[in-house]
């Protein structure tokens, strides 16, 4: 038996086996092509691999989304066994060319006969030909989703990217565990919004465990326990029975108000991301969404979203969501949330560089794009948007602008949009929140987004283990600049929440409550225990 230890960033206990995360290498853009041979052979590898992600796809969409919907994964699966596609490809590497040129040609050919045709259903499949084309690109180069082989997993990788994240099949998965890895990167993130136990940052070791080897993760005590002995393996079942006897108490407090024993009332939303964000908030006993992260729909993949296919999404959201208020966060990328397509430089310092709101204010297009699917889903709920990595009111009113364009656009166009969106900021720089006096009077709420702000106010990499003892997400500075942006909102009569993951931590509830934050997000698994936490407090008690 042997245990190593790390930060267990979603708790819980699990019994299973490890399996490594298997990526396709990914090859330089500069590599020297292979014989035809070798370019066939990475040909067959890819298609294979891009078939079975399409099979994935649609399975997935048809779940979310209903067969019909769906159904053009199901077309783009035909374009890839359409013989006279793949008999051009290939012909074309036999010919001498490099795998990913033999692909960009053959599509610019067929694309461009289809786009070429009069009947309007044939043209409009040239870009699913481009999509499906980009696709066996990203195998290729192996930005491809990761390989799970096997049930009851316990994914172990040296970290894992967004981009990988949104392409896993999480249903078989138990747990996760990390090399490296901190509380605030994705796989903590994407753990706790499925209610499974996590650990990070379990050193290099973890790398070379046994593939199939029987482990136990204890996400509560961030330990993992290796070829477990029958006495660690008793332990094990006694604390998942108390797991399971409280998991029956908090499920009492279902549609329970969240309020302290003085008769404060705190809303709790929960934090989400795909199409089936409001099930999941739903299932949680969440009274709203306190954040949608949209970009999660623009990775892993390899080309935008379109308006109609973001439009579809947030109707759904919003109509399960049944009038609950629903707050969408706008595109935020960049940093660590990266796909090919978007085009992002190499910087220097990414979480300092061309992200969120710079992104998309340097490519307004793609965010009005995603606004005017925003609008038009509007009538179907309570929603409002979220602009994220705000530093400056021009950057504001430049945003309100563009919203203010697109409902005059549409209402020209004859498109219905709801009577009230609420507008708000992320307050997740310092220098948002310093300046929140004077960007309060121009949006209806602020959320504030801990991960960041902590980051950017303790000068420490949220994704760096090594800075553990520097980066405390309780630091007077952290804690004062949420307390002045809650100030400066309710001095314009604003309402403000939390939706970074500090809004999850127990110890911080009392202090968030007498600051006066108003509403809390957290992952879905947590609301009830947020709720147990509210609910046992007492404001009135110095
Ligand atoms: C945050 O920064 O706290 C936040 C909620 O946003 P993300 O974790 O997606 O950067
Ligand atoms: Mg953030």
Not at 161 to 188: K, N, Q, Y
Not at 310 to 335: K, S
Not at 350 to 366: D, K, S, V
Not at 392 to 420: P, Q, Y
């Amino acid at each position: 038996m042997k245990t190593l230890k790390g930060k267990g960033v979603s708790g819980g206990l699990t019994l299973g086996r490890i399996v490594h995360l298997v990526r396709e290498k990914k090859r330089e853009a500069s590599a020297e092509k292979g014989t035809p041979e070798q370019e066939l052979r990475r040909f067959e590898t890819a298609l294979a691999s891009a078939l079975s992600q399409l099979e994935a796809v649609h399975e997935r969409a048809r779940r979310a989304l209903g067969e019909s919907d769906a159904e053009i994964f199901a077309v783009h699966r035909m374009m890839l066994e359409d013989d006279d596609f793949l008999g051009a490809v290939k012909e074309e590497i036999k010919r001498g060319t490099g795998a990913e040129t033999a692909i960009e040609s053959a599509c610019e050919r067929f694309g461009g006969m289809l786009a070429a045709t009069d009947d309007p259903y044939l043209s409009a499949r040239a870009s699913d030909l481009r999509d499906v084309s980009g696709r066996l690109i990203s195998c290729l180069s192996g930005t491809a989703a990761p390989v799970l082989m096997g049930e009851n997993i316990i994914l172990c990788a040296d970290e894992l990217a967004p981009s990988e994240t949104v392409m896993l099949d999480t249903s078989r998965v138990l747990a996760f565990v990390t090399a490296r890895g901190s509380a605030g990167s994705h796989t903590a993130i994407l753990a706790s919004g499925l209610g499974i136990p996590a650990i990070v940052g379990l050193g290099e070791e973890l790398l070379s465990v046994a593939e199939g080897a029987v482990a136990i993760v204890d996400g509560d005590a961030g330990e993992l326990i290796l070829s477990p002995s029958p006495e660690a393996l008793d332990l094990a079942r006694e604390k998942a029975g108390k797991n399971e006897k409280r998991k029956e108490r908090l499920s009492a407090l279902r549609g329970k108000p969240s309020r302290t024993r003085d008769g404060r009332e705190i809303l709790l939303y929960a934090n989400v991301g795909t199409a089936e964000g409001a099930l999941e908030a739903l299932s949680g006993d969440a009274e709203g969404i306190g954040l949608f992260r949209s970009e999660l729909l623009y990775l892993g993949r390899s080309t935008y979203p379109s308006e109609q296919e973001q439009y579809r999404i947030y109707r759904r959201v919003l109509e399960e969501m049944g009038g609950r208020r629903t707050v969408i966060r706008t595109l935020d990328v960049g940093a660590d949330k990266q796909a090919d397509y978007l085009g992002l430089a190499s910087e220097e310092n990414p979480a300092l560089g061309l992200r969120a709101i710079r992104f998309c204010l340097l490519h307004p297009e793609i965010l009005r794009t995603q606004l005017r699917a925003l609008y038009r889903a509007s009538v179907c709920g309570t929603l409002a948007i979220l602009f994220p990595m705000i530093t400056s009111e021009w950057e504001l009113r430049e945003v309100l602008a563009l919203c203010d364009a697109v409902k005059r656009e549409l209402g020209e166009e004859g498109a219905r949009i709801a009577e009230r969106v609420e507008l708000g900021i992320m307050i997740e720089t310092p220098a948002a929140a310093i300046i929140s006096d004077r960007l309060a009077p121009l949006v209806d709420f602020f959320s504030v987004g801990t991960n960041d702000l902590v980051q950017y106010t303790l000068a420490c990499d949220r994704g760096n283990r090594a800075l553990d003892r520097f980066c405390d997400p309780h630091h007077e500075a952290v804690l004062r600049l949420i307390e002045h942006s809650a100030k400066n909102a309710h001095a314009e009569g604003k309402w403000i929440g939390i939706c970074g993951e500090l809004a999850a931590d127990p110890t911080l509830t009392e202090t968030f409550l007498r600051m006066g934050i108003d509403e809390l997000s957290v992952s879905p698994p947590l609301v009830l225990s947020l709720r147990e936490t509210v609910r046992s407090l007492d404001l009135s008690r110095k």
